[in-house]
């Protein structure tokens, strides 16, 4: 079978960079810039693109395994990669107590894309990359041909896919900021960018743990880590999912002012960041700072 391709799909590459007047930003001489990863594709948004391209073609048509939380955008992309594309797909989800139990929009999403979904108790889930735990979970899914593609698609692959992010930037942007989950989207935008310029990471989890895997990430993927990257772990709110009232109130008077609708578990942590940022006056006057918008509502969210 071919290797499916995503470029078959016709996606908006480069993504739009966008300015955005915002006086948060102007009164203090920055320039914010959208970079619109979220119209990369109507049904496969964001860094999910661009993490999965370069997977897709290595899995040569195979089924493709992944893993996820009850809300993974990544499980929802790869659903409806392989929907679009023809090849079957496997979500592996966290938490057997699911099983049998009416799905939730974001995994009813997947199931519709055709995604065979496989519920695992949160123990075994824990350990599934390490190779017997993994080994026993495709027998058991009877998925042994598998392409496994990690949870949150962070991969070699996936990284040296997102240093287009960077190249696209060159000569653009003097800070490229993006929120971070695995980290693999950051490890990739900030090989790509061109000298001077720097990335800053905003974690949605709490932990203080990205650091270490961003540098794995980037080893393996480039053979050394990058120099001009940093993360600010101030912003992820509690944890991965959490919210408070001030980061409703600030995604909510966000999409009022500008008619952009935030994305909540990424986006809107990453824009509330950079906002707080720049009011403290970390980017000095004349900076043209990048904002990755990495995803758009969805259909958890969605009305
Ligand atoms: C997955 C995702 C991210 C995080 O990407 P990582 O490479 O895991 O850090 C950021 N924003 C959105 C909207 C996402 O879906």
């Known amino acids: 079978m071919a290797a499916p391709d995503l470029s078959a799909l016709r996606p908006r590459l480069p993504s739009p ?29 964001g860094n999910k693109w661009r993490k999965l391209a370069l997977n897709l073609r290595a899995a040569r048509g195979r089924p493709v395994l992944t893993f996820g939380g009850a809300y993974s955008n990544h499980l929802r992309a790869v659903a409806a990669a392989g929907r679009l594309l023809g090849f079957p797909t496997i979500g592996v989800v966290r938490g057997d107590e699911l099983a049998g139990r009416p799905l939730n929009p974001s995994l009813a999403q997947c199931a519709a894309d055709g995604m065979r979904l496989v ?41 040296q896919g997102c240093t287009d992010l960077g190249r696209e930037l060159h000569d653009l942007a003097d800070v490229a900021a993006i929120a971070c989950g695995t980290g693999g989207s950051l490890a990739g935008l900030a090989a790509g960018l061109a000298e001077g310029q720097r990335a800053l990471g905003v974690p949605v989890l709490k932990g203080g743990f990205l650091d270490a895997d961003i540098r794995r990430l980037q080893t393996e993927a480039f053979g050394a880590p990058t120099a001009n990257w940093r993360l600010d772990d101030r912003f992820h709110a509690g944890g991965y999912a959490r919210t408070t009232p001030a980061l409703d109130a600030f995604a909510e008077d966000f999409e009022q002012r500008h008619g952009l609708p935030v994305e909540r578990l990424y986006v809107a942590k990453l824009l509330h960041a950079l906002t707080t940022l720049t009011e403290e006056g970390a980017f000095p006057p004349g900076t043209r700072l990048a904002a990755v918008i990495t995803g758009r509502p969805g259909p958890e969210t969605a009305a």
Do not use: M, W
Request: net charge negative; hydrophobic share 35%.
């Open 119 to 159: 519920f695992i108790d949160r123990s075994t889930y824990r350990h599934k990359h390490e190779p017997p735990t993994l080994a026993r979970i495709l027998t058991e899914a009877r998925a042994d041909d598998s392409y496994v593609v990690p949870e949150g698609g962070s991969n070699s692959l996936a990284v």
């Open 17 to 45: 960079l966008q300015p955005l007047a915002d006086e948060r930003f102007t009164r203090r001489g920055v320039t914010l810039l959208l970079k619109r990863d979220d119209l990369i594709h109507e049904a496969l948004p």
